[in-house]
T-cell receptor
Framework: DQQVKQNSPSLSVQEGRISILNCDYT??????FLWYKKYPAEGPTFLIS?????DKNEDGRFTVFLNKSAKHLSLHIVPSQPGDSAVYFC?????????????FGKGTHLIIQP | AAGVIQSPRHLIKEKRETATLKCYPI?????VYWYQQGPGQDPQFLIS???????DKGSIPDRFSAQQFSDYHSELNMSSLELGDSALYFC???????????????FGPGTRLTVL
């Protein structure tokens, strides 16, 4: 049972436009969410996180939105750049995070077209 | 600052052999996590350690064991290897403040284990 779902395996966006990656979760105990970016043959790179007490967190070109009632979060990248082409994983943690493991979605392959 | 270091980066073993993967966390990080990523799959959490004590346990097979040492590095020991153990193994580290606030996990480059 996939508790974190990324329903779009791939997404193609033109350079300079906005990229929106979506993530849904089913476990209502999740209260901390993270986005990671992954290039082939490398480990996931942390991008941005949000706790359930917030509905938005922004860091440069990256903004994460959380809709707790819908159990949905999204990552916005504006403007999209060629270097943003990678696989993006949504991850979640429950009950304060701490030293708990993360539950990952299956990832979305973002392709930025020139 | 140096990131999480994992060794070896690549490892080839035969079925039923044993393997040991090593992880060196970011300086001053006290928590280590292990994940397994099969081909085309999402990373699956195996186990974590905080201050040398096992903290959380995920889908780690009984054939696997791990520990965290006094210098905070960690080792994942895998015995009776099976073909299905072929995967990327990631280690991540974080620093947990006393308040127990959330902390981002920073991942290493991974060890690619191939079991023949």
């Amino acid at each position: 049972d996939q508790q974190v779902k990324q329903n779009s395996p791939s997404l193609s966006v033109q350079e300079g436009r906005i990229s929106i990656l979506n993530c849904d979760y089913t476990n209502s105990m999740f209260d901390y969410f993270l986005w990671y970016k992954k290039y082939p043959a490398e480990g996931p790179t942390f991008l941005i996180s949000i706790s359930s007490i917030k509905d938005k967190n922004e860091d440069g070109r990256f903004t994460v939105f959380l809709n707790k009632s819908a159990k949905h979060l999204s990552l916005h990248i504006v403007p999209s750049q060629p270097g943003d082409s990678a696989v993006y994983f949504c991850a979640a943690s429950a009950e304060g995070g701490g030293a708990d493991g993360l539950t990952f979605g299956k990832g979305t392959h973002l392709i930025i077209q020139p | 600052a140096a990131g999480v270091i994992q060794s070896p980066r690549h490892l080839i073993k035969e079925k039923r052999e044993t393997a040991t993967l090593k992880c060196y966390p970011i300086s001053r990080h006290d928590t280590v996590y292990w994940y397994q990523q099969g081909p085309g799959q999402d990373p699956q959490f195996l186990i974590s350690f905080y201050e040398k004590m096992q903290s959380d346990k995920g889908s780690i097979p009984d054939r696997f064991s791990a520990q965290q040492f006094s210098d905070y590095h960690s080792e994942l020991n895998m015995s009776s290897l099976e073909l299905g153990d072929s995967a990327l193994y990631f280690c991540a580290s974080s620093f947990l403040p006393g308040t127990g606030l959330y902390n981002e996990q920073f991942f290493g480059p991974g060890t690619r284990l191939t079991v023949l």
